[in-house]
């Protein structure tokens, strides 16, 4: 089975900051990991996913995330925040076996970004 | 080209209703998902279709039924709805395994 702990359910930044939003997972089986975006009232979308190769992953809106294998983290970092990336961010994994992509979420981390 | 669309947006029920969230994709792909999402913790998976015809249980399925109608919809019904089924339904598609999974915008159902 496969668990997913992002370590900080609320994160305050002000607008030009750096950020760092931690995931850590849990599993016996290889994984592929994602990073997903919910904005206000609206659904998932994909901000970036880890499925092989180098370990630092670039996505969408100068979002980037390590894989770590060691620590088995997925790190999510964006190096200047700005107002409009508040939102809620999730982070999942799937298993590389069973063939369904199926994924687990972690419970949430709000990013707010004040002016 | 709508994506994964979701019907209806926003729905209240009685305790011991019955309703069913219905879910469309455009993107000709084989596997569809239904997921809750609850304050705190993240999303769950209540069933999946890995292809069309065939449906299999995920981590809350217990209260729904799931029905693949064809290759672009998947529809997520409630027998007889409860208060613990509140919550946001997000309906999601997939081309395969490792995949994107593009979800709809969600269906807000109360149940009182």
């Known amino acids: 089975a496969q668990s997913v702990t992002q370590l900080d359910s609320q994160v305050p930044v002000f607008e030009e900051a750096p950020v760092e939003l931690r995931c850590n997972y849990s599993?016996?089986?290889?994984?592929?990991l994602f990073w997903y975006v919910q904005y206000p009232n609206q659904g998932l979308q994909l901000l970036l996913k880890?499925?092989?190769?180098?370990?630092l992953v670039k996505g969408i809106n100068g979002f980037e995330a390590e894989f770590n294998k060691s620590q088995t983290s997925f790190h999510l970092r964006k190096p200047s925040v700005h107002i409009s990336d508040t939102a809620e961010y999730f982070c999942?994994?799937?298993?590389?076996?069973?063939?369904?992509?199926?994924?687990?979420f972690g419970a949430g981390t709000r990013l707010a970004v004040h002016p | 080209n709508a994506g994964v669309t979701q019907t209806p947006k926003f729905q209240v029920l009685k305790t011991g209703q019955s309703m069913t969230l219905q879910c469309a994709q455009d993107?000709?792909?084989?596997?569809m998902y239904w997921y809750r999402q609850d304050p705190g913790m993240g999303l769950r998976l209540i069933y999946y279709?890995?292809?069309?015809?065939?449906?299999d249980k995920g981590e809350v399925p217990n209260g729904y039924n799931v029905s693949r109608l064809n290759k672009r919809e998947f529809s997520l019904r409630l027998e007889s709805a409860a208060p613990s089924q509140t919550s946001v339904y997000f309906c999601?598609?997939?081309?395969?395994?490792?995949?994107?999974?593009?979800f709809g915008p969600g269906t807000r159902l109360l149940v009182l």
């Open positions: 880890y499925l092989s190769g180098s370990t």
């Open positions: 279709s890995a292809s069309e015809g065939t449906t």
């Open positions: 993107m000709n792909h084989n596997s």
């Open positions: 599993s016996s089986v290889s994984v592929y």
């Open positions: 999942a994994v799937s298993p590389v076996s069973g063939g369904y992509n199926k994924l687990i």
């Open positions: 999601a598609s997939s081309v395969g395994p490792g995949e994107t999974q593009y």
